[in-house]
């Protein structure tokens, strides 16, 4: 399977080097937002704001998302723009590694970002204050932002990856792929309402358990898709 994963890497390599300036143009954007605008100016009031550092650990996500849902909004919606998943699920190539190879080029990508942003922020915080963090709360908060950072991203691109093989209105594809990302926040929210849970590290544990869980039931979805002949039409 790995073979057929590495197949699939390079075809992404391929369509990102045909336009690699814009996309490297919107991931400069996207990392000096991150990574240097929101901590400027979330430090030069710093008495203003008693969490800054939080803060700029929620802006780094909500730009990892966005770049996230960027990314992956036309999955294989490109496949059948151009006409070639038919000849690609005719291939001696295992269907679901299209699925895995294609998630884990879009994980990567995100990773990158988040690393990128993350720690020029870092950085800057760092250059002010002479500490990156303040105190251990806010190191820890970090972390677990990384973590579930990625475990939302890892959703919302495996949605739209199985939303854009099954469905073939772009459109409508993209509009379910964004109720699609609030599906764990809300359920997250349900449950932590449910159990009791304060609104915090353990409620962002819990939406990122989700988050991972239903990325799952997406991989095992894009199997049962690949083998429906809707997909293959």
Request: glycine share 6%; hydrophobic share 60%.
């Amino acid at each position: 399977m790995w073979a057929d994963v590495q197949v699939v890497f390079w075809r992404h390599y391929r369509a990102f080097a045909e336009s690699m300036k814009v996309q490297l143009a919107t991931v400069a954007a996207l990392v000096a937002i991150g990574g240097l605008t929101v901590p400027l100016v979330l430090l030069t009031g710093v008495s203003q704001f008693a969490s800054f550092s939080n803060m700029i650990d929620l802006a780094n996500f909500l730009i990892c998302v966005f770049f996230a849902g960027i990314i992956s909004s036309e999955s294989f919606y490109s496949e059948r723009v151009h006409h070639t998943l038919p000849a690609v699920l005719a291939s001696p190539l295992r269907p679901v590694s299209l699925f895995i190879g294609k998630w884990l080029w879009f994980m990567m990508a995100v990773f990158f970002v988040l690393l990128a942003v993350t720690l020029l922020s870092r950085l800057v915080v760092l250059f002010h204050l002479q500490v990156a963090w303040q105190n251990a709360e806010e190191y820890w908060f970090t972390v677990v932002m990384l973590g579930f950072t990625m475990g939302s991203a890892s959703w919302i691109i495996a949605a739209n990856s199985i939303l854009s093989l099954v469905i073939r209105d772009p459109k409508a594809a993209q509009m379910l792929g964004s109720l699609a990302t609030l599906v764990p926040f809300v359920l997250g929210l349900l449950i932590v309402r449910v159990a009791g849970l304060q609104l915090g590290l353990p409620a962002l544990g819990v939406v990122g358990g989700i988050c991972i869980g239903l990325a799952i039931m997406s991989f095992l979805a894009a199997i049962e898709a690949f083998r429906s002949e809707f997909v293959r039409l």
